[in-house]
């Protein structure tokens, strides 16, 4: 059964930093992995999807990066600003099966 | 840009009633999900829907659960009797699928208050 960790649980730094998130999965037999964005009270908001064939994918100051073999991805944000303020969800699609949510990391970036 | 929508944002209901929850999924999207997400935990999946069938759930979409695409836009999910624990914010999602499924667009959600 697929688990997904992520680390740390919270980060808070100050605004202009670059940081990296941590997701880990337990079975590397995946389709896709996808990162959002929760805001407080709200919906989720898709940043990013890798295929299991691909090694990355950008969008604007976010990379991701993924490593089937070793069961990681990270999330990199550049010159991090208050508006990236949000809990970042690691989900992971095995086949068959639907996504598999890690309990997220709660980021505060502060002015 | 075409968004998933919910109705209502915030529903309260007292144990044991049926409550039905309604998502208007993308317009060409070709798959459809329900996840829930209990407070301060993870979020969870529990049915996708392709072509008017169920295609997967988890073992959280017992008997007391449903879903159903009444008409061309509208996908709902039903919870016949419920529980103190079905108190839940329940999100939908839908993606395209054309030919496997992929990025999901998630709507706000329904938070559900069970009494």
């Known amino acids: 059964k697929q688990e997904v960790t992520q680390i740390p649980a919270a980060l808070s730094v100050p605004e202009g930093e670059n940081l990296v998130l941590n997701c880990s999965f337990t079975?590397?037999?995946?389709?896709?992995l996808q990162w959002f964005r929760q805001d407080p009270g709200k919906g989720l908001t898709s940043l990013l999807l890798?295929?299991?064939?691909?090694r990355e994918q950008t969008s604007g100051r976010l990379n991701a990066s993924l490593d089937k073999s070793s069961g990681r991805s990270t999330l990199y944000i550049a010159a991090s600003q208050p508006g990236d303020s949000a809990t970042y969800l690691c989900a992971v699609h095995n086949y068959g099966q639907n996504f598999v949510f890690g309990p997220g990391t709660r980021l505060s970036v502060l002015p | 840009e075409p968004e998933v929508t919910q109705t209502p944002s915030h529903q309260v209901t007292q144990m044991g009633q049926e409550v039905i929850l309604r998502c208007v999924p993308i317009?060409?999207?070709?798959?459809f999900y329900w996840y829930r997400q209990i407070l301060g935990q993870k979020v969870e999946f529990l049915v996708s829907?392709?072509?008017?069938?169920?295609?997967?759930k988890s073992e959280i979409f017992d008997d007391q659960f449903s879903v159903e695409r009444p008409d061309g836009s509208n996908f709902t999910l039903k919870i016949r009797s419920t529980k103190l624990e079905d108190s839940a914010m329940y999100f939908c999602a839908s993606s395209e699928g054309l030919a496997v499924p992929d990025t999901q667009y998630f709507g706000p959600g329904t938070r559900l208050t069970v009494l």
């Open positions: 890798i295929q299991s064939s691909q």
């Open positions: 317009s060409n999207h070709l798959y």
């Open positions: 829907f392709y072509n008017n069938e169920i295609s997967e």
């Open positions: 079975d590397s037999a995946i389709y896709n």
